[in-house]
Every structure is written in C-alpha cells, then in structure tokens.
C-alpha cells in the first residue's frame, strides 16, 4: 500500500502541476485532490474451504495461501475420474512431458481424484500434419481428455489448426 500510495500521489502531483492538463480539467469542472481520501475498511475472516469427510481448512490472511491446507490430507468435496487421457507430444518432449503427466497423477492422488496415468503418443516431427494424423487417432479411441503439446509460443498457426479440428 505505501507504495500504490505513493505512485498515486505522484500522478495527483503531475495532473495538478501540468498547467495543460489542468485547463483540460477546469472546462469539465474537475480536479484532482492533492491528498488521498482515507476510507475506513475492515478485514473479513478468511472462509472455510470445505473438502469431503469433513476436511475443513482456511487460509493465512496476511498472504490468502490455502495451499499448505489443501496439500495435507485434503480431499475434494467431490471429483470425478479421469480414466481415459492421451497426451500428443513431439518425442524430443515425451520426457518432460511425461513427468509433468506423472506430477498430475499424483497431484490427483492428493485431493481425492483418481487420474490414470495417460496414454502418450509421440510424435517423429511437430508438423501440422504429424499433430492432425495422432488426433485422428485419438479421437477414434474416445478419451476424456487429450493434452496436446505444443514445442513453443510461436506456433500460432500450429495452435489454431489444432482448435479448429476439436
């Protein structure tokens, strides 16, 4: 806040001192204070986050961290299962990404989800093409879901082929 504070009144100065923003200002009939309004507030107590078997937690109001909570011995209120998952992934990135996958599973172990691990298929290049065949396929398969890896951000047109073929 001290801070913020201090930006905002840095801006007042600015608007108030610039004499052609000022005259901008006086044909509306505005202005702007030089100091800050000061507004009474009050800190509400944190909310109970409720899991399933009567798990309850909050969180630490000076940060609203519930994680520490939620990563011992929480459950979800309720979950489904993620049976059938299929990642598609060039195979210069199986690696990675199959930890990642493994990290998922286990992440899904912890709150009460039962996530099996995924099916991989890897691709030889990160063609369009490539993508386009492994989707055919794993569409033919019906999974619940299909994570498709994509090797870096400027593979726009890669992503949009992708989407319109979901």
Known sequence: ?????????????????????KDMLNKWN???????????????????????????????????DWTKFVTRNWK?????SLKKFMVIV????????GKFATALVGAGK???MEIKAPKMMELRTDKAGDYMDALSKANEKNPEMIMIIIPNNKSVELYSIIKKNL
């Open 90 to 97: 060039p195979e210069k990135f199986a690696e990675e990404t």
């Open 1 to 21: 806040p001290a801070k913020k504070s201090q930006a905002l009144m840095g801006f007042s100065n600015r608007v108030n001192n610039e004499q052609d923003i």
């Open 76 to 80: 979800c209120l309720s979950s489904v």
């Open 110 to 112: 912890g709150i009460g």
């Open 30 to 64: 505005l202005g702007f204070s030089t100091n800050l309004a000061k507004i009474n507030g009050r800190l509400l107590d944190p909310e109970a986050i409720l899991g399933s078997g009567g798990c309850k937690g909050t969180y630490n109001t000076s940060n609203a």
